[in-house]
């Protein structure tokens, strides 16, 4: 337990100082289990400091980010509301160590979901999808990590964006999306990397919060995951992302 809590503790400084660490078990030989298990401990420490559980953040539900990071099983992080970033704001580059964007589909929630489920159960417990932003930051050094690594390191989620909500009935399998830095198109994709078809996320979502044994809640946020590889972020750049139908949202880099 206590291993558990000091890996927790190292990687919940490494974010609040913006100084990466290096990487505890490279070969990747800790058990899954017990790396989210870490990732539980230091989800414990931003509670502790007064920020609240608001939802669930699928990694690697597509080619592009397996591909881009060199891993292939889905993971799962805690989303917690000091990493919700209010769209059209400007996010202090300080905070980070070295963040990447990726463009996500988001769903929020009308009723709890949880275990087993088909995507048409899924569905029926969407309030509404928007497109959105993910900033990952990844606590170790150079952005290197293994899975259990990432895991730990709450699937590397610091910050999200989230775009104007919508309606969830309408087919949102295949949506055409660009993620642009100062206006210049730098990722272009579709909705359909995400399983091929973002409801798979949530359904992938469901099933992982039972293991954990924390069920989905109504009016948790539920990212789905980068539909592209992720790009680098730099202070004074605008980032977007505009997604067919759902529309757009971004956020401003300060120094
Ligand atoms: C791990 C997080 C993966 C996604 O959307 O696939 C992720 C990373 O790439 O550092 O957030
Ligand atoms: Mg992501």
Redesign the pocket.
């Known amino acids: 337990m206590s291993q558990y809590s000091d890996f927790a503790r190292i990687l919940d400084e490494a974010a609040q100082r913006a100084q990466a660490v290096a990487q505890f078990d490279p070969e990747g030989a800790m058990p899954l289990a017990e790396a989210y298990e870490v990732q539980r401990a230091s989800i414990r420490c931003r509670l502790a400091r007064g920020e609240k559980r608001v939802g669930i ?6 080619r592009a ?2 591909l ?2 060199g ?1 292939s099983d889905v ?1 799962w ?1 805690r989303l917690t509301s000091g990493m919700l970033i209010e769209e059209g704001s400007t996010v202090e580059f300080s905070r980070y160590i070295h963040p ?1 964007v ?1 463009p ?1 589909l988001a769903f929020v929630l009308r009723e709890p979901l949880c275990g087993q489920v088909t995507a048409a159960r899924a569905l029926a417990a969407v309030e509404a999808i928007a497109p959105a932003l ?1 900033i ?1 930051d ?1 606590r170790y050094q150079d ?1 290197k ?1 293994s899975l259990p690594e ?1 895991i730990a390191d709450n ?3 610091s910050g999200f964006v989230i775009g104007p909500w919508q309606d969830p009935h309408q087919d949102f399998s295949n949506l055409g999306l660009t993620l642009s830095i100062d206006g210049r198109t730098v990722q272009v994709g579709s909705t359909a990397a995400l399983l091929g078809h973002p409801l798979r996320s949530l359904v992938a979502a469901a099933r992982l919060a039972e293991l954990a044994d924390e069920p989905l809640q109504a009016g948790w946020i539920v ?4 539909a592209t590889p ?1 790009e680098w972020i730099r202070p004074g750049q605008y980032v977007s992302v505009e997604m067919e139908r759902l529309g757009r949202t971004g956020f401003h880099v300060g120094d």
């Open positions: 953040k699928m990694g690697f539900t597509s980010k397996m881009q990071m891993l993971i992080g990447r990726e996500e993910e990952i990844s952005f990590f990432v699937a590397s989620s990212m789905a995951g980068g992720a």
